[in-house]
């Protein structure tokens, strides 16, 4: 018989869970590391035109609101995250594989539909994964999301230190190498046990889009995460035409998430409302834009950076601590791929409209930025005390 030291305790069971989804975090985040700063400079090494970049950029958002759903919605009925989670890695491997041996426009273009079809389920159902993880162990959120974070830097930096090295028409196979390893840490991930009923909300299976608290979550989120549209198409392409570096520019993007990274690990300490921590997140957003749009000096533009640790970073904690005390652990895949699919709706026409401000307006493009940044706040504020008054869920941790 086995002795007691054998026997899997509760903590190392949480331990266990934890370690590998963060194992997980960190694979998938680190493709977004080597995608988001650099794949457009991959796009305009190839000959795209701006135009065509700002088109092109918009499509991981438009599929956030379009087969993001159904995908969350399917994982969600066959009970099967983990199964959908293995799934949409690998695809998204091979797809990006394939993108990389196009180089004009509409190849490149349909290509990706294809890949981020794929791709884009992925963080939600990742994320819907991992609160109902919090649900079940009883452990935050934050700590272990950060390793995601820490591959979004490593990621940034290795696309910055090669980009000088390499031929940015090779960037691609970077990004394909990272998802083939998103793909294979993912079989490490454990199968997660059904959560209980804790709720009336999840007895009733109350429609969450007629849940006004869920919807002012939803849409307050969109709202200043999408903010950071400008900064995630055209960031990298505006240091770079004022002369900065591929190494400067990764170290610009790596100081903004090491911001995120701090704030992650502090969250377990952080005693507001998550409503509050959304509205200082939106307002950090506004003040950061502004800064961005004057074309500040590198010094400037660096503190204006670490801004990201509070306008992404904070926005994130509060956003996914208000889903876990808010929508039943049965509805997560579904909350998640709502919340997804309404970011993805603006996100996409942000993303088209910026490529022609950014064209005739250049910097002035973050100026609609910290618009929308602001009303994200306003809209998050004006709905705290239905937020603080009536949580759902009891699973409520993280």
């Given at each position: ?177 990272m998802a083939t390893i998103s793909a294979l840490t993912g079989l490490s991930l454990q199968p997660l046990e059904e959560v209980p009923r804790t709720s ?169 930025m910290a618009s929308m940044a602001a009303a994200g706040a306003l809209l998050i504020w004006s709905a705290r005390h239905r937020l603080k008054d009536h ?6 941790g993280g």
């Amino acid at each position: 018989m086995a002795g007691e030291s054998q026997i899997p305790t509760q903590a190392s069971l949480v331990r266990r869970f934890a370690l590998r989804l963060a194992l997980f975090y960190g694979a998938t985040y680190g493709v977004l590391g080597t995608h988001l700063p650099f794949f457009t400079v991959w796009l305009k090494a190839i000959g795209i035109e701006p135009g065509w970049i700002g088109i092109i950029s918009a499509v991981p958002a438009v599929t956030r609101f379009t087969t993001l759903p159904l995908v969350t919605g399917l994982a969600e009925r066959r009970r099967a995250l983990r199964g959908a989670m293995l799934l949409t890695a690998s695809a998204t491997a091979l797809c990006f594989a394939l993108v990389g041996t196009q180089q004009q426009p509409w190849p490149v273009l349909v290509l990706y539909i294809v890949t981020c079809c794929c791709w884009t389920p992925l963080t939600p159902l990742t994320d819907a994964y991992a609160l109902r993880g919090v649900a079940r162990y009883r452990f935050d959120y934050g700590p272990v999301r950060l390793w995601g974070s820490v591959a979004f830097i490593l990621g940034a930096l290795a696309c910055g230190l090669l980009i000088d090295v390499i031929a940015a028409r090779q960037l691609i196979w970077i990004i394909v190498a990272m998802a083939t390893i998103s793909a294979l840490t993912g079989l490490s991930l454990q199968p997660l046990e059904e959560v209980p009923r804790t709720s009336r909300l999840a007895e009733g299976g109350r429609p969450l889009l007629r849940d006004a608290g869920f919807l002012a979550i939803m849409f307050s989120a969109a709202l200043i995460q999408s903010s950071h549209v400008a900064y995630y198409t055209f960031a990298s392409i505006n240091w770079q035409s004022h002369g900065l570096g591929g190494l400067t520019i990764a170290g610009l993007w790596a100081l903004g998430v090491c911001a995120e990274i701090v704030v992650f690990a502090l969250s377990p300490r952080l005693s507001l409302h998550a409503s509050m921590l959304v509205v200082i997140g939106g307002l950090s957003a506004v003040l950061r834009w502004s800064i961005t749009a004057h074309d500040p000096p590198i010094a400037l533009l660096a503190i204006a950076q670490l801004g990201h640790g509070l306008s992404f970073g904070l926005t994130q904690v509060g956003v996914m601590n208000l889903m876990v005390r808010h929508v039943p652990p049965r509805q997560m895949a579904r909350g998640q791929g709502y919340y997804a699919a309404t970011g993805g709706l603006l996100s996409s026409a942000t993303s088209i409209i910026s490529g022609a401000i950014y064209a005739r307006y250049g910097e002035g493009l973050y100026y609609v930025m910290a618009s929308m940044a602001a009303a994200g706040a306003l809209l998050i504020w004006s709905a705290r005390h239905r937020l603080k008054d009536h949580p759902h869920s009891e699973a409520s941790g993280g």
